[in-house]
């Protein structure tokens, strides 16, 4: 019979592959918040006084992500503020969203839920049904960022966390390198900075942590987690490639981390030859930093024949 | 002889057999353990776990695509 490696509790949850550890709930909760702390450390991801906005979606790795950021804001090392987006999907983000307030409740911190509707006139629903529309993924990417962005700024945050785990980064990393994608490759890692006083500093704690014990992790410490898949969810190049990088890591278990960890060892070089673009402008309509007339997220309104509430 | 098997608010009584596990109910139905965590009678198990007669096997979907 498996036993816990640490402490030899019978009661095992995991069994890591890339390791052959086997632990028990208490000892694989301490495993996650440990390697998380020690990814926060070495990325320098936060320094005391920081305000860090986490976007919470009520889903696993936001929830995650804020649980383990709290035990910081219990120690006085930062300060905690959550923004939830709610893209208008019928049947899917209400549960999402109910979820985020309870635990933005439970914790007592300062949280936003911002609407489509309320930013952009119209939601993701409304979108899907217009003619020629681009995709639900790329309005979805192009409007969370423009809210993370300004909500940050509103809760004068000095820091955004969001919930990236080691599949998320590691297909990010291989898709973009696939593709031949430099300049979108220079900009992913454990945090990203830009020159741009409108941008805040973007945080990835959970970047090491495989998905599944992010998911793991929640169910351990009982965490309220929504559990469903956004409806719109289709077939890309990044769910192929996703489905590359599960397929290896079944007999290569820590091919993801070895993507990640060989990609941080020439990020150095890759930014050096292609600097993150700088928007040195400011959106005509909105007024976000752009290096065009206007911004992604007043082009695709245009086009829609709408226009942001500022 | 039996135990029920849950997954997305459907509840299976199954066949119990000795020697069964929890893998070999995943296999039956078409899920992987990447993707799903298993409890047994409310406990949080690994795949390689032995069903006992009359257990509660809970399998929830932790991960979704896209
Ligand atoms: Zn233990
Ligand atoms: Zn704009």
């Known amino acids: 019979m498996t036993v816990c490696t640490k402490c030899g509790n019978p009661k095992v949850v995991i069994t890591r592959k890339q390791s052959g550890q086997s632990l028990c709930s208490d000892c694989f909760i301490k495993s996650i918040e440990k390697k998380v702390q020690k990814t926060i ?22 929830v995650v992500t804020l649980d383990i950021l709290n035990s910081y804001r219990e120690r006085h090392v930062i300060d905690l503020c959550a923004v939830t987006i709610d893209e208008g999907i019928k049947g899917y983000r209400d549960e ?10 439970r914790l007592g911190i300062e949280h936003e839920v911002v609407s489509f509707k309320d930013c ?3 939601d993701l629903d409304e979108i899907m049904k217009t003619d020629n529309h681009r995709g639900s993924c790329t309005y979805c990417g192009v409007f969370r960022r423009w809210i993370i962005n300004r909500q940050a700024r509103k809760f004068g945050a000095t820091k955004i966390a969001t919930g990236h785990n080691l599949d998320d980064e590691s ?18 890692g454990a945090i990203t900075t830009s020159k741009s006083p409108k941008f805040t500093p973007k945080i990835k704690p959970l970047r090491e942590i495989p998905e599944k014990e992010v998911g793991l992790y929640a169910l351990c ?24 990088l599960k397929d290896l890591s079944k007999n290569h278990p820590t091919i993801m981390y070895s993507t990640l960890k060989g990609y941080d060892k020439i990020k150095p070089l890759v930014k050096e030859n ?16 752009s290096s065009n007339k206007l911004c992604r997220a007043c082009t695709f309104l245009k086009e829609l024949g709408k226009e942001v509430n500022i | 002889m ?12 199954k066949d119990f057999k000795e020697g069964l596990t929890i893998q070999d109910v995943l296999d039956d139905l078409e899920l992987s353990s990447e993707t799903v965590v298993a409890k047994q009678n409310g406990d949080i ?7 006992q007669d009359g257990d509660e096997i809970k399998l929830i979907q932790i991960i979704y695509g896209g």
């Open chain 1, 41 to 62: 450390r070495r990325e320098k991801l936060i320094t005391k006084g920081d305000k860090v906005m986490v976007a919470l979606s009520g889903g696993k790795d936001s």
């Open chain 1, 96 to 105: 999402g969203v109910r979820i985020a307030v309870d635990h933005a409740k």
């Open chain 1, 120 to 122: 952009f006139n119209i």
């Open chain 1, 171 to 188: 297909e990010a990393i291989l898709m973009n390198y696939l593709e031949g994608n430099i300049n979108n490759l220079s900009s992913l």
């Open chain 1, 221 to 244: 410490k009982g965490l309220e987690i929504h559990l469903a898949g956004c409806p719109y969810a289709q077939e890309s190049f990044r769910m192929e490639v996703a489905n590359i």
């Open chain 1, 274 to 289: 292609y600097a993150l673009e700088y928007h040195d402008g400011d959106c005509e309509i909105c007024g976000e930093p």
């Open chain 2, 2 to 13: 039996s135990f029920t098997a849950s997954f997305q608010n459907k509840e299976e009584t």
């Open chain 2, 45 to 51: 198990v690994v795949e390689d776990t032995e069903i």
